[in-house]
């Protein structure tokens, strides 16, 4: 999923004081469940700008409503009907969903109430860990399902390196060593010869390098 966290509100209040009608705007997906920007977090967000320009004696409106997801036109629709009652749009998802409700009403002004920070898991309730950059070409078939990309500090395709020590990153001492983890995992799976061959350069025109990226399927399309 992609996580994301809160701005702070400071900066929040500030990019939305030129405005007197807000509509906050959340998403059911991703932000949902690392509880960013779901329903829950737009009322508490909405309820904070009320009480933050109501105490310095400025009129505002602020309208709460969350969408199942935001990088999909068919349910971005469902605003239109009011949405031009607003002079601002305050979203809750993730940097896509900014960024496509923006692309839809090109005369609104859309605004990020949150900073979008990686691909990852529930490592347990409250804590989410990355583990994916989307580099477009997987290798984790050779690498027993552990990504070096994401894990190893360095992204080495073939490690580790020199400064890890007793299991650990030399770039933080607190965080595994992605290739020590890779290679007690390829141990368990009886697949050590994946470690012996070198893993090639890869062809980074899949990843964000080669500029934005763009999937088809011809199959799906109406």
């Known amino acids: 999923m992609i996580v994301a966290n809160r701005k702070p509100f400071e900066e929040i209040l500030a990019m939305v004081k030129p405005y007197g009608r807000i ?26 700008i009320r009480l933050a320009r109501g105490a310095v004696g400025e009129q505002v409106e602020v309208r709460e409503h969350t969408l199942e ?8 629709d469902q ?19 900014v960024q496509y409700v923006a692309e839809r009403y090109r005369d609104r002004l859309v605004l990020p109430a949150v900073n979008t920070t990686f691909l990852g898991v529930t490592l347990e309730q409250g804590v989410w860990v ?15 399902g552990i990504c070096p990309i994401a894990r190893c500090a360095k992204s080495l395709l073939n490690g580790p390196c020199g400064g890890s020590s007793g299991g650990r990153c030399e770039v933080d001492r607190d965080v ?7 290679i007690d995992r390829l141990r368990e799976l009886g697949q050590m010869d994946f470690y012996e061959e070198i893993i090639p350069v890869k062809d980074w025109s899949y990843s964000r390098d080669g500029g934005p990226r763009k999937r088809v399927r011809e199959d799906l399309r109406l």
């Open 130 to 144: 990355e583990r994916c950059q989307g580099c477009g070409q997987c290798i984790l078939h050779l690498t027993g």
């Open 69 to 76: 997801r935001q990088c999909d036109y068919e349910y971005i």
């Open 23 to 48: 509509l906050v705007l959340g998403c059911n997906e991703c932000v949902t469940v690392c509880q960013v920007g779901g329903e829950r977090e737009v009322g508490v967000l909405a309820s904070e």
């Open 79 to 97: 605003i239109r009907s009011f949405v031009g009652d607003y002079e601002v749009i305050l979203s809750m998802a993730c940097g896509a969903g």
């Open 176 to 182: 595994d060593c992605g290739w020590q983890l890779i």
